[in-house]
């Protein structure tokens, strides 16, 4: 056994290391995975709003079950849909445009309508 060997080594917290590639992604859950009863964490980017203020969620994006730097915004599933909640987010990721956005927009997307949103 070498001298190496012999020493403790840290380990990179999971909160600290870098979001998975593409690739990577795959093989984890989504928003579209969810189940009634599921809390998970994601981009504040996952949430898109539309021209007419109606908030919708992106399906393929990745769901964490612990929040990170990047996945400050908790998804909720129940048995009624999808509610957000963005108090955890940092003020200056908290802004969203949707001056661009319509129902085509949704319909190519296939985005899931947010039932509800917590802030305060």
């Known amino acids: 056994m070498g001298e190496r060997d012999k020493l403790r080594q840290a380990r990179l917290p999971e909160d600290l290391e870098k979001d998975p590639s593409p690739q990577e992604q795959e093989n984890q859950p989504t928003i579209e995975d969810m189940d009634p009863g599921d809390v998970v964490y994601t981009w504040p980017e996952s949430l898109v709003v539309t021209q007419d203020r109606k908030l919708w969620l ?63």
Do not use: C
């Open 58 to 120: 992106v399906p393929e994006d990745v769901v964490h079950f612990v929040p990170s730097p990047s996945n400050t915004m908790i998804v909720i599933r129940t048995e009624e849909g999808y509610e957000v909640d963005i108090r955890g987010i940092p003020e200056e990721q908290a802004l969203w445009e949707g001056h661009d956005r319509d129902e085509h927009f949704v319909e190519a997307m296939s985005l899931l309508p947010v039932i509800k949103v917590y802030r305060h």
